[in-house]
């Protein structure tokens, strides 16, 4: 705590900023008082943690289709990147360490510290996580991940999580159609007619998509693919999609 009080006053010295808000998981016990910032709690489920769910909860304030907190003039930073600035500015060095979480295929999580740019594989090695081949590297966790092809990719700023699959449990994807069952549009926190907007996406109608079924309004928590029933990867749809359809302005 005492090290984020730090790179609060770093930021406050080297910017304009002089709002600052830090959330905190509601379960979790933190020794010491925080008087810089305006301390929220929030809840453990998912997808409370994220940038748009922390804005509507805790602020009031409802992220626009298309827009980035950024552009409503709010800044997320993890603890972690105001604690290395704070150290960063004590010991006059960058920092090179990130913290990050790996968990193998037994669920067993480890903290670890490594130097970014460290192959995976060499944490892989430390903690006796065997790779094989087909096993699935999923950088991001298993709701907003993306997988990696080599075990050689290195650890990065922004890496928090590196989960790793093996491969008889690595679930299928299909193409079987949507089934209607209405999972999906139940799950979804910006109330998106999900299983429609699926099929404007599978179609490539990125522009329907957008102006009809709301595209740009979803917050990407990842939760409709990972309950639908008819496992249409739908997140790497919509990610697609919003791709897509940028290219397609930027043409334009
Ligand atoms: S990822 Fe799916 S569930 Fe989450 S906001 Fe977007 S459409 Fe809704
Ligand atoms: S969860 Fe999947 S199968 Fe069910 S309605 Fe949504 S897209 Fe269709």
């Known amino acids: 705590m005492d090290e984020i009080k730090e790179g609060i006053q770093v930021l406050k010295r080297i910017s304009p900023i002089r709002k600052f808000c830090m959330t905190l998981p509601e379960n979790l016990n933190v020794k010491g008082e925080m008087d810089l910032a305006q301390v929220f709690r929030t809840s ?17 304030m409802v992220l626009p289709a298309g827009k980035r907190p950024e552009d409503m003039g709010i800044c997320f930073m993890s603890a972690e990147a105001v604690v290395s600035l704070a150290r960063a500015y004590r010991t006059k060095t960058a920092g090179h360490e990130k913290i990050l979480t790996v968990i193998g295929k037994q669920g067993t999580s480890y903290r670890v510290s490594a130097t970014i740019g460290t192959p995976l594989r060499r ?16 950088i991001g966790g298993p709701m907003k991940g993306f997988s990696t ?34 999972k999906c549009i ?28 709301d595209l740009l309004s979803c917050i990407e928590c990842g939760l409709c ?3 639908c029933t008819a496992r249409i990867p739908i997140y790497q749809y919509i990610r ?12 334009a």
């Open 44 to 60: 453990m489920v998912y997808p409370s943690n994220l940038p748009p769910m922390i804005l509507k909860d805790h602020l009031n």
């Open 123 to 138: 944490i892989f090695n430390t903690f006796s996580i065997h790779v094989n081949d087909h096993d699935r590297l999923i």
């Open 149 to 182: 092809y080599t075990v050689h990719h290195p650890v990065q700023p922004d890496m928090d999580t590196v989960l790793v699959q093996d491969r008889d449990t690595v679930p299928e994807l299909s193409d079987n159609p949507c089934v209607n069952c209405g």
């Open 186 to 213: 139940r799950v979804c926190p910006a109330r998106i007619p999900v299983n429609i907007l699926v099929r404007y996406l599978e179609a490539g109608l990125y522009q329907d998509a957008s102006d009809r079924y």
């Open 225 to 227: 693919a990972y309950v």
């Open 240 to 251: 697609l999609g919003k791709h897509e359809l940028l290219k397609l302005n930027a043409d």
